[in-house]
T-cell receptor, first 114, second 112 residues
Framework: DAGVIQSPRHEVTEMGQEVTLRCKPISGHNSLFWYRQTMMRGLELLIYFNNNVPIDDSGMPEDRFSAKMPNASFSTLKIQPSEPRDSAVYFC????????????FGPGTRLTVT | GNSVTQMEGPVTLSEEAFLTINCTYTATGYPSLFWYVQYPGEGLQLLLKATKADDKGSNKGFEATYRKETTSFHLEKGSVQVSDSAVYFCALGQGGSEKLVFGKGTKLTVNP
């Protein structure tokens, strides 16, 4: 079975540009999580969805960040406008309702904002 | 609130050495505990887990025992290999929240 799929794997953009990161969760998984990983701050949960509904977005750093999950098989994380401090690796993870908290991570998108 | 504290790295060992990475947690009740591993350039993968006190999780030669009396879940391996070089994260999950609380990660480098 395919794991969590993220695209693009690498993104380089200039400050002020819009960036959209994409995630396809594992089929049948009900929850989806977006994380950001940096050397300084470690792994941070940005937002998570259950059955396509945002449940907790308290980790979203500011209004420049937004996330959507229009259906069970697709989610986006958008940054507009992007800033150099947004440079990080962004991970998507999914989880079935039956799992005991266990999450399955994608390979990540490495974002560089110049 | 819930929190996880793990030993700061980096940890550097020679091949076949014994590994311990300490992890302690703060939580009410009985959380589930996890160790995740992140190999270079990859996402996190579940390494092992324990869901109740005194449970021992094990995988790939790694072990961790859920100790409620010391609120700990230390990761151990008797003989590390170069291929074990990675970042290891301790995490807990509890209650009605689906979120996992992660430690800051410990980078392990194993030299031949």
């Amino acid at each position: 079975d395919a794991g969590v799929i993220q695209s693009p794997r690498h993104e380089v953009t200039e400050m002020g540009q819009e960036v959209t990161l994409r995630c396809k969760p594992i089929s049948g998984h009900n929850s989806l999580f977006w994380y950001r990983q940096t050397m300084m701050r470690g792994l941070e949960l940005l937002i998570y969805f259950n059955n396509n509904v945002p449940i907790d977005d308290s980790g979203m750093p500011e209004d420049r960040f937004s996330a959507k999950m229009p259906n069970a098989s697709f989610s986006t994380l958008k940054i507009q406008p992007s800033e150099p401090r947004d440079s990080a690796v962004y991970f998507c993870a999914s989880r079935p309702n039956s799992a005991n908290y266990e999450q399955y991570f994608g390979p990540g998108t490495r974002l560089t904002v110049t | 609130g819930n929190s996880v504290t793990q030993m700061e790295g980096p940890v550097t060992l020679s091949e076949e050495a014994f590994l311990t990475i300490n992890c302690t947690y703060t939580a009410t009740g009985y959380p589930s505990l996890f160790w995740y591993v992140q190999y270079p350039g990859e996402g996190l993968q579940l390494l092992l887990k324990a869901t109740k006190a005194d449970d021992k999780g094990s995988n790939k030669g790694f072990e961790a025992t859920y100790r409620k009396e010391t609120t700990s879940f230390h990761l151990e391996k008797g003989s590390v290999q170069v291929s074990d070089s990675a970042v290891y994260f301790c995490a807990l999950g509890q209650g009605g929240s689906e979120k996992l609380v992660f430690g800051k990660g410990t980078k392990l480098t194993v030299n031949p």
